[in-house]
């Protein structure tokens, strides 16, 4: 392996609709529909070769590092293990060259916060490993390699959506079906409505972050138990999925905040610990200011959430979250998926 730097990023991604459809048994059962945009806060992944017989892995935003004498498999124990686990799965599918390396990864959002950072982060370091050995991994291949390595190899709990999100890039309409099968249909967006869409969405971190997996057992629970509450809210959000789908395609953004506030309500119903006072009293402060809705991103119980500001009231809005110790993040739409490039 010359002396190259092998990088990679891939976006993470704000949910609009659908949210928690994307989760077995639910979607092998009944279908499941989301639509949601890959944003510009990326996870980045660069692995270099080191002149030692070892191998280093460091997430730089954690400030954590590991380092092994150069082995085929590395021990999964809950420190890097995502890192890790990728390594393992790429080691023994593709086989890597028997010489030193460093992995270092870094998120531009914390861990538990909604926005599909662990997905986003295994699919970066995938096309990290995929640039250095040139891989033919196209999307559906990545997304789909990233779920299983996720999901059977390090056994975390969780959806569909943030894998296909981080490949693909752009405003998507995703259908998920039994057998883990997936449809994403890229939406074709007037430039004017996703500008205005951008400009009305103000994105906002709680400062807390949270454990989605213990949320996401507690749905799958629900749905296996036949919880009709939980089933039948989830049935509502794939309808608001394609409601959401409808009003982006034709401009009718005025609907939007009407869209995100009926999922808020029917989010809740679907596991117990998905909202709580906080995140209700917060909800209501930005209603209050002029925000006509908004959602918990990904499963709910903390991280970010956004919300839908006609005209100009995002700036007061802000004002009045920022009064709750949190953080308004500004974003752009990323039009791309996961890119990755040698220096």
Not at 50 to 67: F, K, S
Not at 133 to 159: H, K, T, V
Not at 192 to 217: H, P
Not at 298 to 315: E, H, K, L, S
Request: proline share 3%; net charge neutral; glycine share 10%.
């Amino acid at each position: 392996m010359p002396n190259n730097l092998f990088r990679s990023r891939a976006p993470l991604r704000i949910g609009l609709a659908g949210g928690g459809t994307d989760v077995s048994p639910y979607s092998d059962i009944y279908g499941g529909a989301i639509l949601n945009a890959s944003i510009s806060l990326y996870a980045h992944a660069s692995i270099e070769h080191i002149d030692e017989n070892a191998i280093v892995m460091q997430a730089l935003d954690r400030h954590e590092e590991q380092r092994f004498e150069w082995n085929s498999e590395l021990p999964v124990n809950g420190k890097l293990d995502l890192l890790k686990g990728v390594y393992n799965r790429i080691q023994k599918d593709y086989g890597v060259p028997l010489t030193g390396f460093k992995l270092s990864t870094y998120v531009d959002a914390p861990a538990g916060s909604g926005l599909g950072t662990s997905s986003t982060l295994v699919v970066a370091i995938i096309g990290a490993f995929a640039e250095m050995l040139r891989l033919p991994l196209g999307e559906y291949d990545m997304a789909q390699y990233a779920y299983q390595i996720e999901r059977n190899d390090l056994g975390l709990a969780g959806g569909k959506q943030d894998q296909y999100a981080a490949t693909f890039g752009g405003v998507n309409f995703m259908e998920f079906y039994e057998a883990d099968k997936v449809i994403v249909n890229p939406l074709r967006i007037r430039r004017q409505y996703l500008n205005e869409l951008e400009n009305n969405l103000v994105l906002y971190f709680t400062s807390t972050s949270r454990e989605s997996a213990t949320i996401i057992n507690e749905q799958v629970k629900n749905v296996n138990s036949n919880n009709e509450r939980s089933i039948e809210a989830m049935h509502q959000l794939k309808e608001q999925a394609k409601m959401m789908k409808e009003a982006l395609l034709k401009g009718r953004l005025h609907e939007i905040g009407e869209i995100l506030d009926f999922g808020f309500l029917q989010k809740r119903k679907m596991a117990a610990n998905i909202s709580n006072s906080s995140i209700e009293e917060l909800y209501e402060a930005a209603k209050r200011a002029g925000a006509t809705g908004g959602k918990i991103t990904g499963a709910g119980g903390g991280g970010f959430m956004v919300f839908y500001c006609p005209g100009n009231t995002r700036y007061r809005v802000i004002e009045t979250l920022e009064k709750f110790g949190g953080q308004s993040r500004s974003f752009q739409f990323s039009p791309h998926g996961m890119t990755s490039w040698t220096v």
